[in-house]
């Protein structure tokens, strides 16, 4: 059974860092993208990014380049996205998922069940 | 990048009634590279939906697919009381991917 499995909430002040996970079982983790995608409070989903873990390609909405850090270790079937310096407009939803094929373009089948970051001082 | 808005907003209807959700593109989205996801709250969005037209696993056939281009449309046959949710539309066809800002689908 394909699973990702996120990390827990974060309680973060502004300017810190952090970097949660996404940890994928169930199938051949290398072989597939895996997308992080944020949804502010009531709000709509933005995708933010996406990684292959095979070679750490990596690909970054405009929105979202240079402000967080998408990285896999494949070593152990886990994708992150970090923060250097977080702000109080980072309180969100995060959710990560994996792309349904390992290659070309497909949608997002599979979904983590999301980690919440607050920041706030 | 490509901008998707759906409309409405929010659809107000009642079960059993027929829905019709709209998702347009700024530009034309190569190869039908559209997807349909649900989203209840509390929980991560589901596909529904993808290549414009093709039923995710698990998915009822009340739920269908249709257009190309630039516009392109769900529809739920028959409301069933667990549809009422928010419905987003993505587009993966560029190296770039980007979803709409969703519809509501509320109970009238």
């Known amino acids: 059974e394909v699973q990702l499995v996120q990390s827990g909430a974060e309680v973060k002040k502004p300017g810190e860092s952090l970097k949660i996970s996404c940890k994928g079982s169930?199938?051949?983790?290398?072989?597939?993208?895996i997308g992080w995608v944020r949804q502010m409070p009531g709000k709509g989903l933005e995708w933010m990014g996406i990684?292959?873990?095979?070679?750490?390609?990596?690909r970054y909405s405009p929105s979202f380049q240079g402000q967080v850090t998408i990285s896999a270790d494949k070593s152990i079937s886990t994708a992150y996205l970090q923060w250097s310096s977080l702000k109080a407009s980072d309180t969100a939803m995060y959710y990560c998922?994996?792309?349904?094929?390992?290659?070309?373009?497909?949608?997002?089948?599979?979904w983590g069940q999301g980690t919440l970051v607050t920041v706030s001082s | 990048e490509i901008v998707l808005t759906q409309s409405p907003g929010t659809l107000s209807l009642s079960p059993g009634e027929r829905a019709t959700l709209s998702c347009r593109a700024s530009?034309?989205?190569?190869?039908?590279?559209l997807a349909w996801y649900q989203q209840k709250p509390g929980q991560a969005p589901r596909l529904l939906i993808y290549?414009?037209?093709s039923r995710a696993t698990g998915i009822p056939d009340r739920f269908s697919g249709s257009g190309s281009g630039t516009d392109f449309t769900l529809t739920i046959s028959r409301l069933e009381p667990e549809d009422f949710a928010v419905y987003y539309c993505?587009?993966?066809?560029?190296?770039?991917?980007?979803f709409g800002q969703g519809t509501k689908l509320e109970i009238k």
């Open positions: 290549g414009a037209s």
């Open positions: 169930g199938y051949s983790f290398t072989s597939y993208w």
């Open positions: 993505q587009q993966y066809g560029s190296s770039l991917c980007s």
């Open positions: 998922a994996r792309q349904k094929y390992g290659s070309g373009r497909s949608p997002l089948d599979y």
């Open positions: 530009q034309s989205v190569s190869s039908s590279y």
């Open positions: 990684i292959y873990p095979g070679d750490s390609d990596t």
